[in-house]
């Protein structure tokens, strides 16, 4: 990698856009492939793994930075190192090292919006060729769930900054996809969740054969009433945990084309993908369906799983909860995202609004909504087993889904699981 390029990207102007790419370190490609050769063989102890890991973040840092190595989080607990970058902007850089099937999963995404030139959507800003590592930008304050959960001023503005990425993801006019691919969306969720309450060694088989029936239920009554709607991007995983803020509040002067913006909050997503398994089954039920392809369906169904994360958060003020119900109703009545940001003067308007493409299906929308926010409880059963109250819920949205209705009561019913 050119060591000045990574600079500039990382540069506060260059970092916060959208029109960037993620850089391929194609300059230490025989040195990443002998590290990976070291760690499949398993000749690595703990000491020169670590020590593989921190050499990695040295290609990028000063060389008197501190640099920390830490177990990931996450169900594949991909190893990292943290490191501030050796640029004007001091941006810290988290690196996921040593483990490619992660690694490789991550990168669906980056490369999804590499291929677009919109790879400023992702925290990416570089990586392995051989699925080693790849590296982030960490945001100053951790990801949108922790901060959403710490009380704080500030957290309205949090929540309106994460839904506006959502919205300008999906909606921008070069975002919006033939309708083919709500079909094939709705096909993706149909495989995940099959897979998954298939595999999960929680659940008896009654209630496997009882949830998956619901889901195929649900999918085949969405693709009866998709009608002509155009696809839009969506993501993989939309739990607030998997975004961060670069900026985090503090105002930024960019320029953008001809004219200055001020930036205040500039949110980013990471931990994209789907697994092999999944894409592999997907593929051979689509045929001529591409990893590319995966990101590709409705943003209501991300909206409606993140939501389900965000109402039953114990520790998120109902405040917040009650904002983001307000407003995905509002988007299933109307078709427009609208963002009520504050009229204080650190805003340069208090009201944003962003029109999913027509036709607006309003079924489909809400369908979609309440299919997100059950398929995130019966994800959670899959893993921690049946807990009758939260089982109760998904059934519900389900039902309503089926019925055509969307009852916004249900987010009542979703809080009491966070208590």
Known sequence: MNLERFRTLIDSQALLTRKRLAVEDAAHTEQDQRILEEIVGGVLSDADFEARAKGIAKRFAPDDAEISFGAGKGTAKTPYVLAPAASPSKQQIRIKFGK???IDHNLQHVKFLNARGEAGWSATVMYS????????INGPSGDFMSLLEHDSPEN???????????????????????????ARGLELIRCRM????????????????????????????????????????CLADAHPANFTDLINGKPVTIIDGDKERVLHSFPVV?????GAPLLTDWTARNPGATADDAFLGRIEYDLGWQSAAIQTAPRIDSKIMKLHAELLEELVTTG???????????????????SLPSPHVKDLSKGLISLGMA??????????????DIASVAKTCLLALRQGNMNFQIYKDLQHLGV
């Open 336 to 354: 427009r995202f609208r963002v009520p940001w504050p009229d204080v003067p650190k805003f340069e308007a208090n009201q944003r609004s962003y």
């Open 129 to 136: 060729p051989v699925s080693l590592w790849l590296g982030m």
């Open 375 to 388: 398929n995130y409880l019966i994800n959670r059963l899959s893993y921690e087993g049946l807990q009758p």
């Open 100 to 102: 490619p099937y992660s």
């Open 156 to 182: 309205p503005l949090r929540l309106l900054s994460l839904y506006e990425f959502m919205a300008q993801y999906a909606t921008k006019q070069n975002h919006r996809e033939n309708p083919m691919y709500v």
């Open 194 to 233: 099959l897979g998954e309450i298939g595999s999960s060694s929680k659940l008896t088989s009654e209630q496997k054969d009882e949830f998956a029936g619901l889901e195929i239920e649900a999918i085949d009554y969405l693709l009866k009433v998709r009608g002509d709607a155009q696809a839009t991007w």
């Open 270 to 274: 990471f931990d994209q993908g789907h």
